[in-house]
């Protein structure tokens, strides 16, 4: 039938009046299905993970203040949680900010804020907080000990 299919598109293309037009549109829906829906029908179903790749949807975003000079330190977090998290993270944002202030997002959910805790996260902490935003179900490994 994929021949077929092909033959009676390609004669149809040249101009050819078809046989049939309900054979021509039966072959032209076959093709349809076989080359757009099918692929994605059997890469969904044979890789969930590779599927919720394409649809990430989780962006984190860190506020730091530049006159404190904390570039440095945001840079080292970020680049922690995207090595974590790789694959689950749609987009990390480093924002500039002054009057000290140091602010972690995860979803629009302040994670961790500097003002309001009073110090800087530690980066297993903060990947604790991040995870239970973006994955709560995810096992972060030697990072994930309970916080006393």
């Given amino acids: 039938m994929y021949f077929n299919t092909w033959r009676a598109i390609i004669s149809r293309l040249k101009g050819n009046?078809?046989?049939d037009g309900s054979v021509f549109l039966k072959h032209f829906i076959f093709l349809l299905n076989f080359i757009?829906?099918?692929?994605?029908?059997?890469l969904r179903q044979l890789n969930k993970k590779w599927w919720h790749e394409l649809h990430m949807t989780n962006k984190i975003t860190i506020t730091y203040c530049t006159q404190c000079r904390w570039l440095l330190r945001t840079a080292w977090m970020a680049q922690?949680?995207?090595?974590?998290?790789?694959?689950?993270?749609?987009?990390?944002?480093?924002?500039?900010?002054?009057?000290?202030?140091?602010?972690v997002t995860a979803n629009d959910q302040t994670v961790w804020s500097r003002k309001a805790e009073g110090c800087f996260p530690e980066i297993t902490e903060l990947k604790q907080r991040v995870r239970d935003v973006i994955a709560p179900d995810r096992d972060l490994g030697h990072s994930d000990k309970k916080l006393i």
Wanted: proline fraction near 12%; aromatic fraction near 12%.
């Fill in 17 to 19: 009046p078809a046989p």
């Fill in 36 to 42: 757009i829906i099918f692929p994605f029908i059997i």
């Fill in 80 to 103: 922690e949680l995207l090595t974590t998290f790789d694959g689950e993270i749609a987009a990390l944002t480093l924002i500039p900010g002054t009057g000290g202030i140091f602010e």
